[in-house]
């Protein structure tokens, strides 16, 4: 496996996809949070995970803290796929959304720009460090604890693991080593690009107390290319609406390009 097949992780779609989905993952997750949406979206789209270092089968690299760093890999491992030129949908989810848009704003520098960029359950850069932000103090009190205390504190972040405590210390510390790279990375990133010229779409869940309505829609300022913002109910968190609410919100977006390739009737 090459160093930009490392990054991408695909279960299937057609040699030459109508769509190709390039997805972020969200804190302490890999790419296999998206192989039930291949068989959701059907073969005529690719999905493809973006698989992070100290992540799943990559849990013994070291993790990246730069979101730039992510998103010259992803282009890297989007450059391998035979995707015959199918519009691109970058998907960010939870913190994978900050790699998302560092991702779309590097392909704009290259002239590619994606069609759409989907951004679920993440704040926009310029809500992080204002007064009352909530997530600075949890990132700073995370930074700030041992595996222990975290592990302690039924980290609703890492799902499982008080369960993987209790069966293998060394992978306890392997995904808090991710984990707290992951927070340094959302907890530090600016965006310093022009505003794209790619749609984005802000989803959240109505539910969601970290994300509410005024950061979904804050994401509006990093685009010129059409916007829009959605709120899901009964989803509170990036795991209800990655599972319940996304795969038939992207079908929709799918939906709406193939009717605009296909051009009006007459």
Do not use: K
């Amino acid at each position: 496996m090459t160093d930009a097949n490392a990054w991408v992780r695909t279960w299937g779609g057609t040699e030459n996809p109508r769509a190709v989905l390039l997805c972020f993952p969200p804190t302490g997750l890999g790419a296999s949070t998206f192989r039930p949406w291949q068989e959701e979206l059907g073969p005529n789209v690719l999905v493809a995970g973006i698989q992070l270092p100290c992540r799943e089968e990559r849990i013994e690299e070291e993790p990246p803290e730069q979101a730039d760093v992510v998103a010259t890999a992803a282009v890297r491992a989007l450059d391998g796929l035979a995707t015959d030129g199918a519009p691109l949908i970058l998907v960010g989810v939870g913190s994978g959304t900050a790699m998302a848009l560092e991702t779309a704003a590097l392909l704009e520098c290259l002239g590619r720009p994606a069609r759409r960029v989907v951004l679920a359950t993440g704040r926009p850069p310029h809500f992080v460090g204002t007064p009352g932000d909530e997530t600075v103090d949890q990132a700073t009190d995370i930074l700030g604890q041992s595996d222990q205390e975290i592990v302690d504190s039924g980290c609703s972040c890492l799902p499982g693991l008080e369960v993987v405590a209790e069966l293998d210390e060394w992978l306890v510390e392997r995904m808090l080593t991710g984990f707290r790279a992951t927070v340094r990375m959302i907890s530090g990133y600016a965006y310093e690009h022009p505003p794209l010229t790619s749609e984005v779409h802000a989803w959240h869940g109505s539910d969601d107390p970290l994300v509410r309505i005024e950061h979904n829609e804050g994401w509006q300022r990093y685009t010129t290319g059409g916007f829009t913002a959605r709120s899901f109910p009964d989803c509170h968190d990036y795991f209800t609406i990655s599972r319940n609410a996304m795969p038939g919100a992207l079908r929709e977006l799918l939906a709406a390009d193939a009717a605009s390739a296909a051009g009006p009737r007459t």
